[in-house]
């Protein structure tokens, strides 16, 4: 039986917690207009894994009213408790490309010094594709933290703006392969002809997948 509005709100007015869990999943088959209202409560509800819950899926009802989503979504971008709920807040205003949000992007990552909101706000920023982006990438580029750097090679192909170019031309000697791997990506993404040489030196990459990704980005040159 397909789930109604009144059965999924008495999933999530349970005291059983796995109960509302089951609610959680349930309002994902609810129309957009009918979930966001049940929805929108538990994005600060007492528990940390609802309220996650509930701001991860934010990104597929959120439209439905996007003042009061983005306001939700800064809220709990810097005043929730729990750094994966905050992650999952900036997460949901790249996929909403809600570019309004750009300097709460950027003032919360240079607030933070936890790397997992940092991860998440730079591929938000890839995701956006906001010029305004690249020098916060570039700062992330300089990171001693790898993940953090590979998130940021991703965001500047995705932004597009050649100028990184110089800048992830020394990744490709990069001793981790996934990094070289996603440089290939973004390198591609570039598209220019100064992504040629990069490329070329990735194409016979010891690692099989590198050097594909590699040979791949050159083909769409040509």
């Known amino acids: ?13 349970s005291q059983d917690y796995g109960d509302r869990i089951k609610g959680l999943n349930a309002l994902r088959q609810l129309p957009v207009d009918q979930a966001y209202p049940l929805l929108k409560p538990l994005i600060t509800d007492e528990f940390a894994r609802i309220r996650y819950a509930a701001v991860s899926q ?49 003032q919360a990552y240079e607030q933070t010094s936890e790397w997992l909101l940092q991860f998440s ?22 990171s001693d933290n790898g993940l953090l750097q590979t998130a940021a090679i991703s965001a500047l192909g995705e932004l597009g703006d050649p100028k990184a170019i110089p800048l992830l031309i020394p990744f490709v000697e990069d001793a981790d392969w996934q990094v070289r791997q996603r440089l290939a990506q973004a390198l591609a ?33 040509s």
């Open 1 to 13: 039986m397909s789930p109604t509005p009144e059965s999924v709100q008495s999933l999530l007015q």
């Open 58 to 106: 934010l990104d597929q009802v959120g439209h439905h009213n996007p003042t009061e989503t983005l306001a939700l979504l800064r809220d709990r971008l810097f005043n929730d408790s729990e750094i994966d709920v905050q992650a999952a807040a900036a997460d949901a205003i790249a996929a909403l490309k809600f570019t309004e949000a750009f300097d709460d992007l950027k």
């Open 121 to 142: 706000i730079v591929a938000a920023l890839g995701e956006m594709g906001d010029p305004r982006a690249f020098e916060l990438l570039c700062n992330a580029l300089e």
């Open 189 to 221: 993404n570039l598209g220019t002809p100064a992504s040629r040489s990069p490329l070329q030196a990735l194409s016979q990459d010891t690692i099989e997948s590198v050097a594909t990704e590699a040979q791949r980005g050159l083909a769409s040159l």
